[in-house]
Structures are given as C-alpha cells and as structure tokens.
C-alpha cells in the first residue's frame, strides 16, 4: 500500500508497505481523507519526542471498512466508519470513570501505532462510529478536531458564555468558534495575526476579529464588554503572550481553556487568577460520544468544515506538510487523501 511515511528527522516520503492484517478485535479501514493536524505539524517541525521516526503518522480519518477481524462483532465489509484518534484500554481508573480520553495507556494513531496517512490502517472496532451518508469524506474526517471544540464547551457548561474570546485562528481555533456559536449561542470573538483567518472566521459568523498587530485583543474585549471581559477565552495558540492575553480578557469569576500546546512554560502574575476567581482549565482530545455529535453538526450544516479545507493526493503528502507549515494566506488546514 502508498503511504506517507516520516522514515527520520526533516524527511517526508511517499512509498509502499506491507499490508498488515488486522488483529482479531480490529478491522482494516481503506482509507478516504485524513486531516493534517498541527501537532503533527509540529512533530516535523521540531522533532517533537511524542512521534520518533520512523512513522506513518495521521489520526483525524475516515473510510470504508476493508476487512473484519474475526472477533469484530457489529461491524461488516463496506461499512463506512470514522474512526476516534485515539485507543482507549477500557479498564483503568480513568476509562471505568468515563474520561476514556485520559486513558493512561492510551494509543493514539500516527503516534503509538501506524496512523490513517496511507491506504489502509488497522482500528480497534470499538473505536469506530457510522460515517453518515451525505457528509463528504473530508469533512468526515475532521468529526476529530471538532470534537476537541465540543468538548470545550461541555467543559465550561458550569458557567455562562455570552461573550466569547477565541485566540487563534486555526483549525481548532475555528471549530471551538464554530461549536460555541451553535451549541451555546455565543457572541465570539477571534483573535490571529493572518487577516486570511481572521476573514475566514468573520465568514463562519464571529462578532468581531481582531489582529494583535494592530489592537490590543484584551482591550478590545474589555471595551465590548463595559470593562467587565468576556465570559469564556479559549487558547487555541498556546503562546507564553497568549496565555497571558486569555486572562486579561477574562472577566470575574470566567473561565479560560487552554488547548493550544505552542509552548511549555509561561510566567503569569496569580494574583489575577486568585483575586479575581478567574478559571483555568487545561483541555485534551474528546470523547467518542463528542466524535458523534460533531458528524452530526456537520451532517446538519450547522458547522462549516469544508470552505476554509484544502485536499491533497495522498502523492502530493509532502506538499501538503510544506504548504501548511509555510501557513501563508488561506493555507489553514489540509485533508489527505489516499
């Protein structure tokens, strides 16, 4: 089979494998799109040590089912199926409480085990969800990030969230948008530094858009707000300046979700947290359930996932990660497909 394989450190190749022949609780799923997601985008870049080549990575796919296992119940040839990103075991503390997403040893694909960037790649079937029949393959394959943005807002369903502050405006930063304007009615307001992004996100219905070069994001928040501060900020950047910018925009008693993982360490004054009573949640991944609920916003054409997405030939793989990481103009997000 083709695959886009990352064989060392700043190299990219397209080549063929070996099928391997799924175990008896898998099924072999002949790949349809997969989503280029920024991790895997930083993995490249920086040599990140949670993908050491050599890998096929790719975990935001879809596809019709190739092969079944012989234990796979429930699930036939032909089916089409998206998958989870990640394995779950089912049997630790945080699986048997329901944070299957913090499963401790979980796999995710394209990390731990051969990722969806290729013809074929072998699913546990109980990670697997229905692809619903009018949704293009590469919105399907995107149900994954999305989800990230649903999870966001049932994190933070303990408080309200008028006025809404998202700092990015990549592919998360545009899906929690999205999924804060449908599932919580939202006025949301987006901050990047490409006016690109900030017209798509203007496009998919913000309030406002704001270019940090220009003005000041949490002055700007302050002003539409009375100098209260927006209910909710989301971090989809995940600079040391961003996280700072996410509390100061925040108002009283809000709340700020970080998802974005640009950078490790930051120096922040507490006082602005302790005094305040500001939150400040830490955000991972999804679960199956958020997966089903994201095919279904999309399927419904309440959520936009195919306007602002670019596909690529699985052959032309390499240019995909070149022109993503470049992230010039509407570059923002590639879907590869096999």
């Keep these: 089979m083709r695959v886009l394989n990352y064989p060392e450190f700043d190299r990219l190749e397209v080549r063929d494998l070996d099928v391997v022949p799924p175990r008896p609780d898998e099924v072999s799923v002949k790949v349809d799109a997969c989503g280029l997601c920024g991790s895997e985008l930083e993995t490249?870049?920086?040599?990140?040590?949670?993908?050491?080549?050599?890998?096929?990575?790719?975990?935001?796919?879809?596809?019709?089912?190739?092969e079944v296992g012989a234990e796979v119940r429930g699930w036939k040839k032909g089916a089409r199926v998206v998958s989870n990103s990640l394995v779950p075991c089912g049997r630790c503390v945080r699986c048997e409480r329901g944070d299957t997403h913090?499963?401790?040893?979980?796999?995710?694909?394209?990390?731990?085990?051969?990722?969806?960037?290729?013809?074929?790649?072998?699913?546990?079937?109980?990670?697997?969800?229905?692809?619903?029949?009018?949704?293009?393959?590469?919105?399907?394959?995107?149900a994954e990030p999305l989800a990230n943005g649903i999870h966001v807002v049932n994190l933070t369903r303990h408080l309200p969230a008028t006025t809404a502050l998202v700092l990015g405006a990549g592919p998360i930063g545009l899906f929690c948008q999205q999924a804060l304007q449908v599932l919580r009615g939202s006025r949301v307001f987006v901050?990047?530094?490409?006016?690109?992004?900030?017209?798509?996100?203007?496009?998919?219905?913000?309030?406002?858009?704001?270019?940090?070069?220009?003005?000041?994001?949490?002055?700007?928040?302050l002003a539409a707000t009375g100098g209260e501060g927006a209910d909710l900020v989301v971090d989809a950047v995940g600079a040391s300046a961003t996280k700072k910018t996410s509390l100061e925009a925040l108002r009283p008693g809000g709340v700020t979700v970080w998802i974005g993982l640009h950078e490790n360490t930051v120096t922040l004054d507490s006082y602005n947290i302790t005094l305040p009573e500001k939150q400040v949640l830490g955000t991972y991944?999804?679960?199956?359930?958020?997966?089903?609920?994201?095919?279904?916003?999309?399927?419904?054409?309440?959520?936009?996932?195919?306007?602002w997405v670019q596909r690529f030939p699985l052959e032309d793989g390499v240019t995909a990660f070149n022109r993503m990481l470049a992230a010039k103009g509407a570059d923002i997000k590639a879907v590869i497909c096999p």
Excluded: T, Y
Aim: proline letters at 8%; a neutral charge.
């Design 44 to 66: 490249f870049k920086n040599h990140s040590p949670r993908r050491q080549p050599p890998l096929v990575m790719g975990h935001e796919f879809c596809g019709v089912i190739a």
């Design 102 to 142: 913090l499963c401790a040893q979980r796999q995710i694909f394209g990390m731990h085990r051969p990722g969806a960037f290729a013809e074929f790649v072998n699913v546990p079937a109980r990670c697997l969800i229905p692809w619903p029949e009018n949704l293009p393959a590469e919105a399907a394959a995107l």
């Design 191 to 221: 901050a990047d530094l490409s006016p690109e992004r900030l017209a798509i996100a203007k496009k998919l219905g913000a309030a406002g858009v704001i270019n940090p070069r220009e003005q000041d994001a949490a002055k700007v928040i």
């Design 285 to 307: 991944a999804a679960k199956i359930e958020e997966l089903s609920q994201a095919l279904e916003l999309m399927a419904s054409g309440k959520v936009d996932a195919l306007s």
